[in-house]
């Protein structure tokens, strides 16, 4: 954004209007709040999801299986560190990320905190709950790559061009994540007598995953769209997650 549109319009009607930022100098204190909190959610959920997915590494049927487990721990902080430097560009206090945290904390198994706030960081609420084993994780790699993926498409149009840029570099490795995630599963349906216990890590994983599209009704989605930081509402999204997932989970006789 220019400094003659800054003085000739105000940045809510320039944004709304479809403009875009790329620098935190001529943001709003609104809109620094709102897309901080975007860029802390992302970066803790990453962390988390590293964290939780480290410690299947070793429970990998394979030498392939757990190099690609590895690879999708290391990718995460790769995006966790790349927004990271965005987010201290702001003001934040990226230090805090570098001292002691509970990042493989978890709740217990039959938990269901939906979309209500949970912990002390902002990780999306499917990263506080545990998962039990290799084909748990293979399960839930797939399902969360595919809605982390439905997310970052989406936020590739939001105003703050550096975080769209930095979203477009990490999309592309999130989708191999969940691509990696089911060529593991199909040769865990082909290995044995494992469909039931892949089903049941299916029902409990994908309404944990569909309520991190948030709610339906949300008053915050207008705020954000307004300042050009969402488009599509959260129905619309899980919906196209729902879909990418049925059909996948149909081709493997799962749903």
């Known amino acids: 954004m220019s400094e003659s549109t800054e003085t000739k319009m105000p940045l809510d009607n320039y944004l709304a209007q479809g403009g875009k930022l790329t620098s935190p100098e001529n943001v709003t204190p609104r809109y620094r709040g709102h897309i901080m909190r975007m860029m802390a959610s992302f970066i803790d959920s990453q962390l988390a999801g590293s964290a939780g997915f480290a410690d299947s590494v070793n429970t990998g049927p394979g030498v392939k299986e757990r190099i690609a487990a590895s690879r999708i721990t290391l990718e995460k902080l790769v995006h966790a560190e790349q927004v990271l430097m965005l987010l201290g560009q702001f003001g934040a206090n990226t230090e805090r990320y570098f001292s002691h945290h509970p990042w493989t904390a978890r709740l217990p198994r039959d938990s269901d905190i939906g979309n209500s706030r949970h912990g002390q960081d902002m990780r999306l609420n499917v990263f506080h709950y545990p998962i039990q084993g290799w084909i748990d994780a293979v399960v839930m790699n797939v399902l969360m790559g595919k809605a982390v993926s439905v997310q970052l498409d989406e ?24 691509e990696l995630g089911l060529e593991g ?8 007598n494992t469909r039931h216990e892949v ?5 409990y994983w994908r309404p944990r995953i569909a309520a991190s599209f948030g709610s339906s009704s949300s008053e915050r989605f207008e705020q954000l769209q307004r300042l050009g930081l969402r488009n599509t509402p959260n129905e619309q ?14 081709e493997l006789k799962l749903d």
């Open 185 to 192: 599963l199909v040769k865990i349906l082909a290995s044995g």
């Open 199 to 203: 089903q049941q890590s299916v029902a």
């Open 237 to 250: 999204l899980q919906a196209a997650w729902e879909k990418d997932v049925s059909v996948s989970l149909s």
């Open 155 to 178: 936020n590739l149009k939001i105003s703050y061009q550096p975080l769209a840029e930095a979203y477009r570099e990490i999309l592309p490795r999130e989708r191999r994540h969940a």
